[in-house]
């Protein structure tokens, strides 16, 4: 089970942590993803990470101001976001990718956000950028 947390309101700008906390098992070798849905719009992929060797990508809108890391002694993936814009305001969801990327041969290559295969939502955290 995945749960994020950390959203909060803040002035365009401002920066905020997200936090996405695994329990009952480890993130190893899995891809986990961050995702957002903002009203009356399709959930889009913003930023995923391969946890056992730490490669990214990131949506088009958010490189340069989003970074996702990972802390293996916590089992938790973070999402730092700076210089937030109204339009990052939307409900942020992590995700994972069920499959083992040591299973799939994929670790050490390129990680696709867009994968259909993620899943295990959860509840999201609101995000709000307003002044």
């Known amino acids: 089970q995945l749960q994020a947390s950390g959203g909060g309101l803040v002035q365009p700008g401002g920066s905020l942590r997200l936090s996405c906390v695994a329990s009952g098992f480890t993130l190893d070798y899995y891809v986990i993803g961050w995702f957002r849905q903002a009203p009356e719009k399709e959930r889009e992929s913003v930023s995923c990470?391969?946890?056992?060797?730490?490669?990214?990508d990131y949506a088009d809108s958010v490189k340069g101001r989003f970074t996702i890391s990972r802390d293996n002694a916590k089992n938790t993936v973070y999402l730092q976001m700076n210089d937030l814009k109204p339009e990052d305001t939307a409900v942020y969801y992590c995700?994972?990718?069920?499959?083992?990327?040591?299973?799939?041969?994929?670790?050490?290559?390129?990680?696709?956000?867009?994968?259909?295969?993620?899943?295990?939502w959860g509840q999201g955290t609101q995000v709000t950028v307003s002044s």
């Open positions: 995700a994972i990718d069920p499959r083992l990327t040591i299973v799939r041969g994929t670790t050490g290559q390129p990680v696709d956000c867009n994968d259909p295969a993620f899943a295990s």
């Open positions: 990470i391969s946890y056992s060797d730490g490669i990214t």
